[in-house]
């Protein structure tokens, strides 16, 4: 396949969405970096709808393009600075493919609930027609040719790659939806964790010792009865207790930009929670009494974003890069916005989360969302979505309040969906009645149909593999299941024809190639990486993916019922120490570390096999290992310190065996404890 040099022309673009009918290319160069391809920037005349393809040289050309999806609309320039595994220009080359990421539509203002803004738009209508123009630009550069097409995204961009793979026929061929909610995700799934977060903030490290290897206490051990039914409500809501081990780092994700929508919708919950009987507020002798915080301070200083990055109150800022972690954040404005407030009073307790109300000044009467005020710092949560803080000085007077955040954080027990969203059984009398008073709207859906324009339905067209992450904190992990069950409602026995749903063991929410917790966890990115490619297969060849992860969903946790053939890509690994998951030794006695792998899919090979013995997350050690199926090694290994040790191991297969590439490696990774006396 020869590669054009002509400019491209649009003439033969043909669309049945006349609001995309006019579409045009500005920019057609050749790049050097990250490697070389030909740039095409476009859009259509008339819209906010912008587009850049990056098309590869012929010869590593083979027929089809990755498109990938933000969980919000952002922006069309967001692929050039990723490197490594997260670079997904690069990915897309490696697998044959030119790469197009589109600005959805026009990107949105996050700090107002969307009310006048067509959601079929950012949903599927924008990257449709992105995807359909790119096919007319692929037939110009490459020659005539059958165009594949494949859509992915997570979290929001789950929603949205669903909602192409509904509302669309004969765009894509294929789909890899990751991390994904259901219609009655929102706002539930972070109201439900900021409460048992509130509840549980003085024994979550008891919590994470307790679903460690090697521990000698069961899960929930010690607690007080208040605990126990908070730790029992969110578990049964659908949060993996395992991923209780990044409470440090959790906050409130994307409920800040919820709690707007919230606000506006249900005004009056948040009197009623206070006042009215059967609302946790109107309890007496409930903890939200101690907790509510509320007070009045003067603001001595402004911090910020470089200020408060120098002081190490916040990390430095990365740039966007389209993420399910920080796509909802809004675009960073620069160093100088305001991101904290030095105040003249704090409280006792930290309020976790609050709103911060302007009482004189320049900014008098806004309200402004805050993550924590800790020592009379109040840091902001979402800074770029309030704006008039930049107008804030010393001596203004504001208000700190966190009633409303409180009152939110059980708002899931009074928006019982249907039966079919088992984990709300929880608060469901015999008679299936809710337990609680229902508020008169349910927001999941209307929320969730904001994200896909409709509500998910399981009609999909061409293959999709769904990738859930079994520690996912913000979209838990059943509802890939309950996705699943819509699919099959719509294609029955055929639907494995369709349809596959693979499970990350040990995986939170982010879809990035670095583990937040690297002794604990693992990135899901490289079986996002394996799933396109085999989806294509599946779409282009008929060659069947690996099968769906065998599983079971009880009380709203995702079981493993095969441990020994559990499906999908990641390879299962065990580590034992003296033969068990504990051991018990003296300062220098020799333990022997004991690793069992192995793949689990026909392609996938065992590439690497790294120890990390001090729990510093390096895995420093590195053992000897080909290419291969199965892995049974041994180390020996003594510690100079008593205490508590954790060892971990981390196995990683790639998808053909390939050493070197940084692409479709997928890890797992297994621990022991050590008690040194």
Known sequence: MSISATAVELTEFTTDDAFYAQPYVDIDEERDAPSKHRYIHGGFAGTANRFSAYLPPAGEYEGRFFQHITPVPESEHLATGLTGADDKIGFAFSSGAFFVETNGGGAIDLSKPQTDVDPTIGAYRANAAVAAVVKVIAQRVYGPHRTYGYAYGGSGGGFRTIACAENTRGVWDGFVPHVIGSPVALPNVFTVRMHAMRVLRNVLDDIVDQVEPGSLRHLGEGLSEEETAALEEVTRMGFNPAAWVGHNSMGTQAFGVLYRSLKAIDPTYFDDFWTQPGYLGADPTSSVHRDRVRFSASVE?????????????????????????????????????????????????????????????????????????????????????????????????????????LAAQTYHRHQVPAPEFTVWDQFRDESGEPLFPQRPLLLGPLMAQGASGTLQSGDIAGKMIVVEARYDREAFAWQADWYAGKVREHRGADADEHLRVWMVDRAFH?????????????????????????????????????SSTQYEVVDGQVRITSPHRPGGVQPIVSLTVDGSERAEVTVGEEVELGVSAATVDAQSRIVEVRWDLDDSGEFAVRSD?????????????????????????????????DTETPFARVDNLARVRIVVR
């Open 301 to 405: 200083a402004v911090i910020t974003r470089r200020e408060a990055a120098a002081s190490g109150l916040i990390p430095l800022p990365a740039g966007p890069s389209g993420g399910v972690d920080e796509a909802f954040k809004g675009p960073e404005q620069g160093e100088d916005v305001v991101v904290a407030l030095r105040l003249d009073t704090s409280s006792a307790i930290d309020p976790m989360n609050a709103e911060l109300r302007v009482e004189s000044g320049d900014a008098e009467g806004s309200v402004a969302l805050l993550q924590t005020v800790r020592d009379g710092i109040a840091l902001v949560d979402f800074p770029e979505l309030s704006p008039f803080l930049q107008q804030l000085r010393p001596g203004d007077r504001v208000e700190v309040d966190n009633s409303n955040f």
């Open 510 to 546: 982010a879809d990035v190639s670095g583990a937040e917790l690297p002794t604990h966890t693992v990135s899901y990115l490289g079986v996002v990486h394996q799933a396109l490619r085999q989806v294509a297969a599946w779409a282009e060849d008929g060659i069947e993916p690996a």
């Open 625 to 657: 290992v080909t290419a291969t199926t199965e892995v049974d090694q041994s180390i020996r290994h003594s510690f100079s310190e008593a205490g508590t040790h954790f060892v971990s191991v981390k196995v990683t297969a790639q998808q053909h065996g």
